[in-house]
């Protein structure tokens, strides 16, 4: 579950057992339960508030989690629209707004109820990777999602451009002879791209 999702489960059993708990310790508990689905937790909030008198420790949790089913989740996979939480962040006209990432599949088991993010007026996003034209891995991941994908619409210019640079190097090496004489290969060709895109002088 994301720390949005936790957040909002624990501010219902802190504010039903009128406890409040210091931000250090519910860091704690997020650390412990951050891997499970939101759903078994907010099950087991409901299951405590039946069954415990006084406000049930972290402890209790983790010894009862079986006692409601929680779907196996995936794990996560790398998107630089999301920051692989499975969750887009918008604001608009001061509100802020979670929707699921249309580019993974992260939110399954995590965020489930959300709606999918598309493009609306007067919604800025504010939670997606720095992009970083310099990544080789993060050039590379925008490469392969495309000009279709949301990703790339909310990508720079300058990681645009270097993806852009990437595929046609790609594409080139694809439209090669069978037998082409040695090439660096495809890693060395996006340090190659990514070297390039540098200022001058700018270091490492």
């Known amino acids: ?16 057992f009128d406890v409040t708990i210091a931000s250090p310790k519910a860091d704690a508990w997020y650390r412990q339960l ?3 689905p939101v759903d078994r937790f907010r099950r087991l ?18 010894k009862n ?4 089913p929680g779907a196996a989740v ?7 629209i999301c920051d692989s ?3 887009v962040h918008t604001t608009c006209a001061g509100a802020a707004y979670a929707w699921r990432c249309p580019e993974c599949a992260n939110w399954a088991g995590r965020a489930d109820g959300y709606p999918v993010w598309h493009p609306l007026p007067g919604h800025t996003v504010t939670s997606h990777a720095e992009w970083n034209p310099h990544d080789p891995l993060m050039v590379k991941g925008l490469a392969l999602l495309g000009p279709e994908s949301v990703a790339w619409r909310a990508a720079t210019p300058a990681m645009r451009t270097a993806a852009l640079a990437l595929r046609a190097a790609r594409s080139a090496m694809d439209a090669a002879p069978a037998e082409p004489p040695a090439s660096p290969g495809l ?3 996006v340090r190659t791209v990514v070297q390039q895109l540098r200022e001058p002088g700018e270091e490492g």
Request: hydrophobic share 45%; charged share 20%; aromatic share 10%.
């Open 1 to 16: 579950m994301t720390h949005i999702e936790f957040s909002e489960v624990l501010r219902l059993l802190q504010t039903s």
């Open 85 to 87: 939480t499975g969750l």
């Open 65 to 68: 989690r079986d006692r409601v």
């Open 34 to 36: 951050h891997e499970w």
């Open 45 to 62: 909030v409901t299951l405590a508030l039946a069954e415990c008198e006084r406000f049930p420790a972290l402890a209790w949790f983790v």
């Open 187 to 189: 890693r060395a060709t």
């Open 74 to 80: 995936a794990p996560r996979t790398a998107c630089p």
